[in-house]
């Protein structure tokens, strides 16, 4: 017997927050459309600019919940209309509060923040210490530096888990969602603070 698809998934998305080409802002839109259509909860920086509102706007579009995490250096990009906005003292402890509210966890392209955010659920899933999927997005090619050097560590042994249980690499918002219903345990859906 198989296990039904999740109801709702709380999905944590670690992205850029500046302009980007159409390259990426058309495959975040689509695969934003696809949670919201989904009845998903996005998880995200509660940025209003660059590639987080494209996602934000897509999840909106599609009918989706909008969960954000902001720091107060930030107050000033967060996004209006979220479901919820929560601010934390620092990035530290918003990529925490991130990570504790997502079901799964989703890597789309960025730069610097987003390279930390996605090796600390990489480093917590290694010990351990965080158990829920983390898929990285590939669009246009984008990680293909960063698969490379992760598959090199997995082959030259410097990864005490292997590549494939720490991380799922999708090419398509499609593939990341199928991926995503299969991984996750069924479950209802509840606001992310809680509360019904």
Not at 5 to 19: E, G
Not at 58 to 72: H, I, K, Q
Not at 153 to 167: H, I, K, T, Y
């Amino acid at each position: 017997m198989t296990a039904a698809a999740p109801t709702s998934l709380k999905i944590c998305v670690f992205l850029s927050a500046n302009d980007l080409d159409e390259r990426y802002t058309g495959p975040t839109r689509e695969f934003a459309e696809l949670v919201g259509r989904g009845g998903h909860t996005l998880v995200w920086g509660g940025s209003d600019a660059g590639l987080m509102k494209v996602v934000a706007d897509g999840v909106r579009a599609g009918g989706g919940r909008l969960a954000g995490f902001s720091v107060d250096f930030l107050r000033q990009f967060a996004r209006d209309d979220a479901d919820e906005m929560t601010y934390a003292k620092d990035l530290a402890e918003r990529k925490a509060l991130l990570l504790a509210a997502a079901d799964a966890v989703v890597v789309l392209a960025g730069g610097l923040g987003t390279l930390d955010e996605a090796t600390e659920a990489l480093e917590l899933r290694k010990h351990g210490l965080f158990d829920k999927p983390v898929v990285l997005l590939n669009t246009a090619g984008f990680y293909d530096g960063l698969i490379l050097q992760l598959r090199r560590m997995d082959e030259e042994g410097f990864l005490p888990v292997p590549l494939a249980e720490l991380v799922f690499i999708a090419d398509t918002g499609a593939d990341v969602l199928a991926h995503l219903e299969k991984a996750v345990p069924t479950r209802t859906g509840t606001p992310v603070n809680g509360q019904a």
